[in-house]
């Protein structure tokens, strides 16, 4: 034991200082995500919106141009065509994609004997690869696929699905509502597992039947997890691009009608003459446009929130 030196102060030990080491840490251990974050996501965001200004190519860095990309798309048949079936897409999508799993959600919610086969059933499309799944609605809806197959044996003839603009856009519609059902059932069942059952219990005191319930009950009380499905779905619907690619075909399908917003994009910027300024354009639209669609659902349900009293009811 060291003993103090008559005439010296005794000697202090410094202690290392907590706060630095406290402030330091966190982000110590948030370093290696953020630098994945930044090399893959942050990195190329900032190169597609300096890129979409010049006229780069895909062996060529190209000349700033200024806004000749955004002038040539507003000139560009091809991208009004691509903007129409996106709308399209969103607008028919996302009200199956909000109601179709909150009903399957109901069904599955109750602690029924076989209930758990039936959910892992309408959750498989969803860990499905979309290639696979995508291939297989191709070979269902081909001339000689299932689906014809069966319209023959009852003398209805073959139906294009693959080779009419329409009905292809709407068999990739389907495709997308059908895979994404088991996603957002699950959010629904986490909601569904939230509402308490007196409040059933009550409605059904009161004589009200189950379409009253489900109505005055069940919508009030997931109508958050409602909001949210349809800014998912909107932004997944707006930016879809494999199922409507693997059922078209890279050149877009009927006279390339079918083309969605980002693969036109795709078209566009791959391949040794790709345009990848003009992509980028496109894709900063895609992204601007992606934005104002999920905050403008997010902010009419917030609008609805405030519209409505604590059960649900209109103020």
């Known amino acids: 034991m060291l003993r103090p030196v008559p005439g010296r102060p005794p000697r202090v030990r410094r202690v290392p200082r907590v706060r630095t080491h406290r402030a330091v840490s966190p982000w110590l251990f948030l370093l290696p995500g953020l630098a994945v974050v930044a090399v893959f996501s942050l990195y190329p965001f900032v190169s597609t919106v300096g890129r ?10 190209g000349h700033w141009v200024g806004l000749a990309n955004f ?7 091809q991208f009004w065509v691509a903007l129409r079936n996106s709308g399209l897409y969103v607008l028919l999508v996302v009200p199956f994609t909000v109601l179709l799993p909150l009903l399957l959600a109901l069904l599955v919610e109750k602690p029924l004997r076989g209930v758990a086969f039936f959910r892992a059933a309408y959750y498989t499309p969803v860990v499905a690869s979309v290639v696979v799944v995508a291939l297989i609605w191709n070979w269902m809806l081909d001339d000689r696929g299932l689906v014809n197959g069966l319209l023959r044996l009852a003398d209805a003839g073959p139906v294009p699905f693959l080779g009419d603009e329409w009905l ?8 997308t509502v059908w895979k994404g059902l088991g996603y957002y059932m699950i959010i629904y069942l986490a909601a569904l597992a939230t509402v308490p059952r007196e409040l059933h219990e009550a409605a059904a005191v009161d004589g009200a039947g189950p379409l009253r319930r489900f109505t005055s009950v069940t919508v009030p009380a997931v109508r958050s997890t409602m909001v949210l499905v349809g800014a998912l779905s909107s932004v997944a619907a707006f ?4 199922e409507v690619f693997l059922l078209a ?3 877009g399908g009927p006279a390339g009608q ?3 917003l980002v693969m036109l ?9 790709g345009r990848t300024g003009y992509a980028s354009a496109l894709s900063l639209v895609v992204f601007v446009v992606a934005l104002l669609l999920m905050l403008l659902v997010l902010y009419a349900g917030a609008r609805d929130r405030t519209t409505r009293g604590p059960e649900g009811e209109a103020r």
């Open 52 to 61: 979409a200004f010049t006229d780069a190519r895909t062996l060529s860095p």
């Open 71 to 77: 002038r040539a798309m507003a000139a560009d048949e």
């Open 168 to 175: 292809l856009l709407f068999a990739a519609m389907a495709l």
């Open 239 to 242: 930016k879809v691009f494999a």
């Open 249 to 251: 075909g890279p050149t």
């Open 258 to 260: 079918d083309t969605t």
């Open 265 to 273: 994009v795709q078209r566009t910027g791959t391949g040794l003459g």
